[in-house]
């Protein structure tokens, strides 16, 4: 029976080919770029304006004091709230409006949003306003099809995601956007392949070493203490013994790409010594600090406290092993990592939904990086949330981002299916 009332939807997705491609063209016209976080106001706008004509109640909030907020650029979002009349659950889509910088390489134009043999190219087309015209489109058809529903279905558009998310996600969840009380499935359309469900992500450790020396004239480095040679000590034991220590670690989370199912470190940046820019005048001196970002990814099954005891167990060694050495760390970020339930109502929706709509059984993944589930877990404390999206992963961020229409419309005819399927129970 489900599938007859679905038909009629799945109809009105096929013959809006039209619309989604014009409403993922319009939101890549919108240069939101972040950092600084251009032209929020006018996309969220837009977004509201929209769905205001659906009957959704419309609200825009500005992330006032956060990162980055300023009169120049103001930190908005906009949450949409569309209340069936019958109680019941609430299932919320929350897309990022926010892109990363364009970079070079490009042979299209980034905020042209062309449509080329059935692909929409511009920054943001795959990460991720593909993602959110699908969900605009899944559920105004369910809304037109006169579909019957119970509860209420937000849709919002947030900034700041590629930047960490405070003045978006993080913001909404501390005002109580996303809570228990308004909110019970969540669907974030990141672009992770229309045929996979992604169940949440590894957790992140950035933090700032320094090493300490003495400074000296360059002639004569034996009477000064060189911060580079302390910190190339403490790379030479991350390579004996943090690498290889981690290298050993396998996740039973689901993460994509292979290599990511270990914890990882990236060396972020080394600096120490002369400034750089000096204009070639030499300076002779023996550098007396040293700076060094580690990006620690880690997995599921490690705690916070022993990712980081693991690094200042190394630097304490060294400190009582070598002479004249001493070092401070500080931490810079932390996010613990978030996966949901693979038994949870929003999972088993979605993967019954692509079965029904593409006839694949999906695979269920998590996120080598973090995204805003982050915050919807931590702070709002919900934990019925997936990311699922048209966009192909590996063209995140890259020159000549594009989203394929027939994935979009697909996807919309999934999100719709999981809506129907959480909101008529
Ligand atoms: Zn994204």
Request: glycine content about 10%.
């Amino acid at each position: 029976m489900s599938e007859d009332v679905l038909n009629k939807v799945f109809e009105i997705i096929e013959k809006s080919e039209d619309n989604i491609v014009e409403l993922c063209q319009d939101l890549i016209r919108f240069p939101t770029v972040n950092p600084p976080g251009n032209d929020y106001k006018a996309c969220v706008e837009y977004i509201g304006d929209r769905l205001k004509v659906r009957g959704f109640k419309v609200e825009y909030i500005r992330a006032f004091g956060t990162p980055g907020d300023s009169s120049e650029f103001p930190r908005y979002n906009v949450v949409a709230r569309y209340d069936t009349g019958r109680p019941g659950p609430c299932v919320h889509f929350n897309s990022h409006i926010d892109v990363v910088e364009t970079g070079e390489g490009w042979t299209k134009a980034p905020f042209a949003a062309d449509l080329i043999d059935g692909k929409i190219y511009g920054r943001g087309a795959c990460d991720m306003k593909g993602g959110m015209a699908s969900s605009i489109i899944a559920v105004e058809a369910l809304i037109d099809s006169g579909i019957e529903l119970k509860g209420a279905i937000e849709i919002s558009g947030t900034g700041d995601e590629e930047s960490g998310g405070l003045g978006g996600v993080a913001y909404l969840a501390e005002k109580g956007y996303f809570s228990k009380d308004r909110v019970d499935h969540v669907i974030i359309p990141e672009p992770l392949n229309v045929d996979r469900v992604c169940l949440g992500h590894r957790g992140v450790w950035w933090a700032e070493i320094e090493t300490h020396g003495r400074i000296a004239h360059g002639s004569m480095p034996f009477l000064g203490d060189c911060a580079v040679r302390h910190m190339g000590a403490v790379v030479a034991n991350f390579e004996d013994k943090l690498y290889p220590a981690m290298a050993a670690r396998y996740t039973a989370m689901p993460v994509v790409p292979e290599g990511a199912k270990q914890s990882t470190l990236n060396i972020n940046s080394i600096h120490g010594g002369q400034a750089e820019g000096n204009e070639g005048l030499p300076a002779p001196c023996v550098p007396d600090s040293c700076r060094m970002i580690i990006d620690r990814r880690f997995l599921v099954e490690e705690e916070l406290e022993e990712v980081k005891s693991e690094v200042v167990n190394i630097l304490s060694s060294l400190e009582k092993s070598r002479e004249g050495f001493s070092f401070d760390i500080r931490d810079m970020l932390e996010v613990i990592p978030s996966m949901t339930d693979s038994n949870s109502p929003v999972v088993k929706a979605t993967v019954a939904a692509i079965e029904d709509v593409l006839g694949i059984t999906p695979e269920l993944i998590c996120s080598p990086g973090t995204y805003d589930q982050k915050h919807i877990d931590r702070i709002g404390n919900l934990k019925d949330c997936i990311a699922y999206g048209p966009g192909i992963l590996e063209l995140a961020h890259q020159p000549d981002e594009y989203v394929v229409v027939e994935d979009m419309i697909n996807s919309a005819k999934v999100m719709a299916s999981s809506t129907y399927k959480l909101l008529s129970q």
